[in-house]
C-alpha cells in the first residue's frame, strides 16, 4: 500500500484478480446479414429472424455482446483513437481548460467516483448532440431546461471533426440494435426510435493510465450504464469485466479487432419491465500498459418518462418500476459521480414497485 492515494483503494471485496483467464467469452454476434442487400429489418425474413433470436438471448442471457461486421468504417474508428491519443499525452493543465465541472456538464476530469471510490483514469466526455436540451438542475421544483454544449479543445484540432464523423456512423449502428432488441421482444422494429428523437447521448474518451498498483485498484468501480445501450470501443489492452448472470463471477472480454462491446442499459431493463436485465461490469488497470476505451451511450430525450412498455405488462405480470423521467434522473447522475459522496447515487431499483412496497412492510414492522 502507499503507493497509490487511498482516495483509489476499493474495498476487500471488490478488489480484483489479476490472474483471471479469458474463460467463456461474452456472446460475439455478426451483423453481415444486416448489409446483405436482400434484408432488412422491418422486413424481417429468415436471417433475420435468426439474429433476432442470437441478440435476444445474449440480451437475456448475458445482457452483453460484441458484433463483428457492424457497418462503422474502421478508419472513421481509426481517427478518433488517435485524435483522443494526442489530446490526453498533453499536459493537465492543457487538459483543465475544457474541464467538466459543476455548471459544464460534459468535459475532461479525472475525478471521477464510482460507488464513491476513485477511479483510475481520466475521461473526455462529449454530447453527440450539442446543443442539448438538459434540465438545469436535478432538482424536481427546477424547470427550467438549458441548452447543453460540448467543450472542444485546441489540441488536436482534428478532434471535433473526428468525433462527428465517427459518432454518426455509430449511431446508425446503434438503431440498428435497437431495432433488433425491439424485435426480440416482440414490438415493431421501430417501437424505441421515438425516445432518441432530442437525444441526451454522450460519447467518452476514457484513457486508463499505467498503475503501480493494479491489484487494489479499478480503471471503472463496478456500475451498471443507466441509458438504453452502450456501443463501446477497446483497443487491444482488455481489462473490461462483466459479471455473469450464470455464477455471479467476473468474466473478462477478450479484445477483438475491429469489434464492438454492446450493453444494454437500465433504460431497456426498465421499458422490458426486467425481461432484459443490465449487468454490472467494471475495468481493471494494469502496471505496464496505458489502456483507451471509447463508449458511446445512447440515452433518452430529456423529456422521456421511463416506464414498462404497456404490451409488456399485464396482470400476471404487472410494471414492477414506477414513472421516472429520464432528465432529471441523467442529470442527477452526472453531479453525483463528480465527487465522493457519503451516499449512493440514484439508481433504477429506487423506482421499483416492489422495493417500495417492502421497505414500507420493513418500516411498519419497526413501528410494530
Ligand atoms: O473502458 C471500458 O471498457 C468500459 C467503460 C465503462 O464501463 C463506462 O465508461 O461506462
Ligand atoms: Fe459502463
Redesign the pocket.
Known amino acids: 500500500m502507499g503507493e497509490v492515494d487511498e482516495a483509489f483503494i476499493q474495498a476487500l471485496k471488490h478488489r480484483p484478480k489479476l490472474s483471471v483467464t479469458e474463460a467463456e467469452g461474452i456472446p460475439l454476434i455478426d451483423l453481415s446479414a444486416l448489409s446483405a442487400t436482400s434484408t432488412n429489418i422491418k422486413n424481417p425474413d429468415s436471417t433475420i429472424s435468426d439474429l433476432v433470436q442470437e441478440i435476444g438471448n445474449a440480451c437475456k442471457n448475458w445482457g452483453f455482446f460484441q458484433v463483428i461486421n457492424h457497418g462503422v468504417p474502421f478508419d472513421k474508428r481509426w481517427s478518433i483513437e488517435n485524435a483522443a491519443r494526442k489530446f490526453f499525452e498533453q499536459p493537465l493543465e492543457e487538459k483543465r481548460k475544457v474541464r467538466k465541472d459543476e455548471n459544464k456538464l460534459v468535459g475532461y476530469y479525472d475525478t471521477e467516483h464510482t460507488k464513491n471510490v476513485r477511479d483510475w ?1 481520466e ?1 473526455f466526455d462529449f454530447l453527440v448532440e450539442s446543443p442539448c436540451l438538459m434540465p438545469a438542475s436535478p432538482e424536481p421544483e427546477d424547470k427550467e431546461i438549458a441548452e447543453t454544449y460540448s467543450q472542444w479543445p485546441d489540441y488536436p484540432p482534428e478532434l471535433r471533426e473526428a468525433f462527428e464523423e465517427y459518432a454518426k456512423e455509430v449511431e446508425k449502428l446503434a438503431y440498428k440494435l435497437i431495432e433488433l432488441i425491439a424485435l426480440s421482444l416482440g414490438l415493431p422494429a421501430n417501437r424505441f426510435n421515438g425516445f432518441f428523437k432530442d437525444q441526451t447521448t454522450f460519447a ?1 474518451l ?1 484513457h ?1 493510465p499505467p498503475c503501480p498498483a493494479p491489484h487494489l485498484t479499478l ?2 468501480g463496478r ?1 451498471k ?1 443507466s441509458g438504453a445501450l ?1 456501443i ?1 470501443a ?1 483497443d487491444d489492452v482488455g ?2 469485466e462483466v459479471k455473469k448472470k450464470s455464477d455471479g463471477e467476473w468474466a473478462r ?1 477478450k479484445p477483438i479487432p475491429n469489434s464492438y ?1 454492446i ?1 444494454i442499459g437500465d433504460c431497456i431493463q426498465v421499458w422490458s419491465n426486467d425481461a432484459y436485465e443490465t449487468v454490472e ?3 481493471v488497470v494494469n502496471s505496464e500498459k496505458e ?1 483507451l ?1 471509447i ?1 458511446i ?1 445512447f440515452n433518452p430525450s430529456h423529456y422521456t418518462m421511463m416506464k414498462p412498455l404497456d404490451e409488456l405488462i399485464n396482470e400476471q405480470n404487472p410494471a414492477k418500476y414506477r414513472a421516472y423521467n429520464w432528465g432529471k434522473y441523467f442529470t442527477s447522475r452526472l453531479n453525483s459521480n463528480l465527487k465522493k459522496l457519503d451516499v449512493e447515487n440514484l439508481q433504477i431499483y429506487h423506482f421499483k414497485v416492489q422495493e417500495s412496497a417492502n421497505k414500507l412492510d420493513g418500516l411498519l414492522s419497526i413501528n410494530k
Open positions: 483514469k475521461v467518452r476514457n486508463y480503471g471503472v456500475h450504464d452502450t463501446l477497446q481489462g473490461l472480454v462491446i450493453n461490469h467494471r475495468v489502456r476505451s463508449p451511450l
